[in-house]
């Protein structure tokens, strides 16, 4: 019998012994067997190499060697994320037979702290959406609701996390797309602040905006996952040598006399109700538990959608012209090699992956890098210092994460603008490179899951998580789990 | 002052120009992309130009988040063999990657 299906539960549990972790191994592969043909959160599956991992941790512990601090516990991968020798598609027909020959390090890092890795999660192509509609191999599907999408573009390790199919999952935020997934999918999502994670052998989409964290049931286990994965890497010269705290023990600090800014932006024209009385609600128990709420103004929030899509599209760009049929991936033949270049790349990238590079290499052509380029990254100036004067008053940022709950699948794929106003609120952490958490504080009348972002300086994930933890202990929506199987 | 203004017009996406701009991306597209890029583009640069309406005189623009970059010492590491390099590519010729010809012979004779 497994113990409770959490990062603590289990580490616990195989630690001492209740368990092993061929029987985790075995009850992960179980549930995916069972619950994911209907969510379809998984593109690739470990196989046999997730019971090896659990066999050399069970025979780590019988042979007396100390056990890494995930020892036993699974952790899904988002596919962007490379895994050597394990098929690494990035939601892309590109790399649809693409067989990484290192692997990323956070995965290093995961092995190394004996965690188990059942498999790479579903995903928007390039990490380019916000629903997980724009993957090559179909749509992810939200376990509260098979008919909504779970938001993205990191939703399949939110669905694989939300439906238990595996405690804890890594994905990836360039404007969201960890917060808003787990926002939609009721589960806690991490962003951490830009260079606290190392990026090497992530995929990469917007070199300025990509970070790595992770997705859990609760915000401990997240704190956990993320003491393992954090720290510099003199692989990735953007992660910083900046010394980590104690993420465990700072969930379960008190927020007592906490200072807790409010937005006024963030409570606008286009928040549901529902998703704005619940985020109020939580706000109202934080008070009740010693914080002090302050309204503050980031007056260039508006701004936050247009300078982030010409920035994350021009860095698309430069990014994805390494997908030419040569050294890796998809090829399509030709006769000259230019023509190569453009069928492959029409052929392995959907809509709007093309749809953004044409942005992005229109943004930075001759005669418009001034225009947008260079106005966009000024704008993000502005967007960073309207944080940068905010965090002088308080200690946290709280808001909606998304101003809406899941969106039916297909509701917003005809319309890329509505989509990507879909990201208001995620859009301005990135841009500023500070913590962005998610953590799920209530449902709605029709049962979807509402999330509660809380946006704290660089390098304050401890602070994040701290009043995450406290929000979670007085939510309503802890413990609750979709009907799954 | 003038509020600072994107263009002195909006640029014109139009079929010529976003067959111009798939060139410089390498990007094959059919006709019925070509269209659908027509409008989607112009109507998300429509979007852009709100950036139009802030003041950025005198702001420097954003250039990196991480002031503390500590690059690793340029020291010899090991890397990826030659096998594990060429591993995944398409068309492995002769220990090198193999493309097709992007040079015209050159003419004898002149």
């Known amino acids: 019998m497994l113990p409770s299906f959490t990062v603590e539960g289990l580490a616990e549990s195989v630690r001492s012994g209740n368990v092993t972790a061929v029987e985790v191994a075995e009850a992960v592969i179980a549930r995916i067997d069972a619950r994911d043909p209907t969510l379809h959160s998984f593109l690739t599956r470990a196989g046999d190499a997730l019971l090896d991992q659990a066999r050399a941790v069970d025979d780590k512990r019988a042979r007396g060697i100390p056990l890494g601090p995930l020892a036993g516990v699974p952790v899904a991968l988002k596919d962007a994320l490379s895994t050597r020798g394990l098929r690494t598609t990035c939601g892309s027909n590109i790399l649809e037979h693409y067989l990484p020959p290192y692997d990323a390090t956070v995965v290093t890092r995961l092995r190394e702290a004996d965690a188990l890795l059942p498999g790479k999660t579903n995903m928007d192509e390039f990490a380019m959406g916000s629903s997980t509609e724009h993957g090559a191999f179909g749509p992810a599907r939200n376990p509260w609701d098979r008919a909504r999408s779970p938001g993205g573009s990191s939703g399949g390790s939110a669905v694989a996390v939300a439906a238990r199919m595996t405690p804890a999952a890594l994905g990836s935020d360039t404007g969201g797309s960890i917060r808003q997934p787990a926002a939609l999918t009721g589960i806690v999502g991490l962003k951490p602040t830009y260079g606290r994670v190392s990026r090497y052998g992530l995929v990469a989409f917007a070199s300025s905006l990509d970070q790595i964290g992770p997705f859990a049931t609760n915000v401990r286990d997240a704190a956990r996952v993320l003491s393992v994965i954090a720290g510099h890497d003199p692989r990735d010269a953007t992660s910083r040598d900046e010394p980590l705290r104690d993420y465990a023990a700072a969930c379960g600090a008190s927020v007592r006399g906490l200072k807790i800014g409010v937005p006024d932006e963030y409570f606008s024209s286009g928040l549901d109700p529902e998703v704005e009385a619940s985020v109020r609600d939580a706000i109202g128990r934080l008070v009740a538990d010693g914080c002090v709420v302050k309204k503050l103004a980031l007056p260039h929030t508006a701004y936050a959608v247009a300078s982030y899509y010409v920035i994350a599209t021009a860095e698309a760009s430069s990014n994805l012209a390494r997908f030419d049929g040569v050294r890796y991936g998809l090829r399509v033949d030709a006769a000259r090699l230019g023509e190569m270049y453009g069928r492959t790349r029409d052929a392995g990238f959907g809509a709007e992956v093309k749809r953004r590079i044409l942005l992005g290499t229109f943004v930075l052509s001759a005669g418009y890098y001034d225009a947008y380029y260079l106005k966009a990254q000024k704008v993000r100036t502005l967007i960073a210092k309207d944080f940068d004067a905010a965090f002088a008053e308080v200690d946290a940022i709280v808001s909606p994460t998304s101003p809406t709950p899941a969106f039916l699948l297909g509701e917003k794929t005809g319309d890329p603008l509505a989509m990507y106003l879909n990201d208001v609120y995620t859009l301005p952490a990135s841009l500023a490179g500070i913590v962005g958490l998610s953590v799920p504080v209530a449902a709605t009348k029709s049962g979807l899951p509402v999330g509660f972002q809380i946006s704290t300086p660089h390098f304050r994930e401890d602070l994040a998580l701290t009043i995450g933890a406290a929000v979670e202990a007085t939510s309503p929506a802890t413990g609750a789990e979709p009907k799954v199987g | ?110």
């Open chain 2, 1 to 110: 002052m003038l509020p600072w203004r994107p263009m002195a017009e909006r640029p014109k996406i139009d079929r010529a120009r976003v067959e111009h701009v798939a060139r410089l991306a390498s990007l094959s597209l059919d006709a019925p992309e070509v269209d659908a890029m027509v409008a989607e583009l112009g109507r998300i640069l429509e979007y852009v130009e709100k950036l139009g309406e802030v003041d950025t005189d005198d702001v420097p623009p954003m250039t990196g988040l991480s002031a503390g970059t500590t690059l690793r010492p340029d020291e010899v590491q090991p890397g990826l063999s030659q096998a594990e390099a060429l591993g995944q590519a398409p068309r492995p010729s002769s220990g090198g990657f193999a493309v097709p010809r992007f040079l015209d012979a050159p003419k004898t004779g002149r």
